[in-house]
């Protein structure tokens, strides 16, 4: 079992929390607040996390950071209020790079369809983008501005493992360095699309996990122990690509169809979704494996 250097106090409680509400908060676009007592309360680094999680169960990541047909806009601070206090673990999001440098969550290239804004995200500034308001996940328009990628990362900290997806507009060493600032390095997961970009945020980035393509994670020699995850996409139901990785103690991502995949808990440790509020915040979770998951963590 690995040791970790970061108290784990009153987290159980935050981590195991599997609320069910399906129904829409009241909440608005403004920073979580933290006080000080909840910032001291911090989750355990996401590579122990995993290995304590039991091989039936599997985090659920909300896709965007938020869920399809809700009033939460995707990479906003609503919706991860939202997540919040439904108690999911793992917010996946999409951070874009503007004409000053200001680094922000925004998906798409351009600002139609999904904001009032127009034109291309890159050739926009922090002061034109502050003035857009974002559709939600409905398709009508919401209260939420476009947020900071460092604001995201002040509220989610301690509270929310995330999963950075970089857009083509996004400097590497700008989130990296927001990341390291915050000292939230053991919190994120790094999405690398091929081998020249896994290789490019290895050497950049040596003390975060990286999310790789399954056959580069097998046949991988050059990364450190616990320094990958393998991205199987669909293919929950590769049954040998899955026994695979598991004799290699190399952890499972995967995605799941809104058709429940009765069978991806037990073959993925984490799993995207667009429909994350149809899921528990950990799937496969049941009375025995949870008190083995919070027993394992309180050893830790």
């Keep these: 079992m690995r040791n970790i250097a970061r108290p784990l106090g009153l987290t159980l409680a935050l981590m195991l929390c599997a609320c069910s509400s ?42 965007r950071g938020t869920a399809e047909n809700t009033i939460y806009p995707e990479n906003s601070m609503s919706a991860l209020k939202a ?13 874009a790079g503007l004409k000053d440098g200001t680094h922000i969550l925004y998906h798409d290239g351009v600002w139609e369809e999904k904001s009032t804004g127009r034109g291309p995200i890159a050739s926009s500034t922090w002061k034109d983008a502050e003035k857009i ?47 390291r600032k915050h000292d939230m390095s053991d ?14 945020l290895a050497n950049l980035a040596p003390d975060m996990m990286l999310s790789i393509g ?55 440790d984490l799993l995207v979704t667009d429909d994350a509020f149809d899921h528990k915040p950990i799937a496969g979770l049941t009375k025995d494996n949870k008190s083995a998951l919070e027993n394992c963590l309180k050893s830790l």
């Excluded at 009241?26 to 680094?45: H, Y």
């Excluded at 996401?46 to 039936?56: F, G, N």
């Excluded at 097998?218 to 990958?228: E, P, S």
């Design 22 to 63: 399906q129904t829409d908060i009241d909440v608005n676009s403004k920073p979580v607040q933290t006080t000080k007592a909840e910032a001291d309360v911090t989750l355990p680094p996401l590579v122990d996390y995993l290995s304590c999680l039991p091989q039936e169960a599997a985090l659920i990541a909300a896709h």
């Design 83 to 95: 997540l919040l206090e439904k108690g999911y673990l793992v917010s996946e999001v999409d951070v």
């Design 133 to 179: 308001l974002l559709n939600d996940t409905k398709g009508k328009l919401s209260a939420d501005r476009p947020v900071k990628f460092e604001d995201y990362l002040m509220a989610a900290k301690g509270k929310i493992y995330l999963e950075i997806d970089f857009k083509s507009s996004a400097k590497y060493e700008t989130v990296l360095g927001l990341i």
């Design 187 to 200: 919190d994120v997961i790094l999405i690398s699309y091929n081998v020249g970009q896994s290789k490019k």
């Design 214 to 268: 399954s056959n580069e994670a097998l046949g991988q020699t050059r990364y450190k122990k616990n320094q990958v995850a393998a991205w199987v996409g669909y293919n929950v139901d590769n049954d040998g690509l899955i026994e695979s990785l598991r004799e290699k103690d190399i952890p499972v991502l995967g995605r799941i169809r809104k058709q429940w995949n009765a069978n991806a808990a037990d073959a993925a």
